[in-house]
């Protein structure tokens, strides 16, 4: 990916489905009974009738980073440290993916929500549709004295059979397009 403002992208393979499918030959049966233990466990407060093993299957193999330099800050209020935007890629094996995460990640901010007062708002760029949530500019968080959180504006969308997490709306936008312009590119070997 190389989006306006790129500092570092990098793609990857790796198969998390697999390696889940196959986890008793990989790690040994006592690993594998407390990794099915974690995913009773964290099955029971994902949203719907998703389980984290599913989840684990139906996401692909291709992954992407990316960090670039944002053209404008997300809030009025400067954060302390500027950081650059960063974002990542997953491919979906399975379209069961791109609908139970995006599920998981609504329900993991609203209770985040709860605890920082988080607002939830919804976007389109690009006939993509953005979901973001922005933290209040007006409540102080003693974890946080320098605003480190004013950097930040967490958000998802979903382009095609791939899951985009970026840091803020604007590194969104700029990982939509090229995600669709780089969809029916051949793998290239300077990918690892």
Same mark, same amino acid.
């Given at each position: ?15 998390? /489905? ?7 030959? @990989? ?22 009738? +998703?389980?984290?093993? =599913? ?9 992407? @980073? ?40 609504? +329900? ?28 209040? =500019?007006?409540? +102080? @968080?003693?974890?946080?004295?320098? /605003? @480190? ?40 070997? +300077?990918?690892?």
């Amino acid at each position: 990916l190389d989006p306006a403002g790129v500092v570092y992208s990098q793609g990857f393979y790796l198969d998390v /489905g697999h390696a889940w499918t196959k986890r008793g030959e @990989l790690f040994g049966d006592e690993t594998k009974a407390q990794l099915d233990k974690a995913e009773a466990d964290v099955s029971k407060v994902l949203p719907g009738s +998703a389980k984290l093993g =599913e989840l684990l299957q139906a996401w692909g193999p291709h992954h992407r @980073l990316v960090v670039v330099n944002r053209a404008t800050q997300p809030y009025k209020t400067p954060a302390g440290q500027a950081l650059p935007g960063f974002g990542y890629v997953a491919s979906a094996r399975d379209s069961k993916f791109l609908t139970n995460v995006p599920g998981a990640i609504r +329900a993991g901010a609203l209770i985040a929500s709860l605890q920082f007062g988080l607002k939830m708002t919804e976007t389109t760029h690009d006939g993509v549709k953005i979901v973001a949530w922005r933290f209040p =500019e007006n409540k +102080a @968080l003693p974890d946080d004295p320098d /605003g @480190l959180r004013f950097n930040f504006e967490p958000c998802f969308a979903v382009v095609g059979d791939s899951l985009v997490v970026a840091s803020t709306v604007e590194v969104c936008q700029k990982l939509i397009p090229e995600v669709k312009r780089t969809a029916a590119l051949p793998g290239h070997a +300077a990918v690892w």
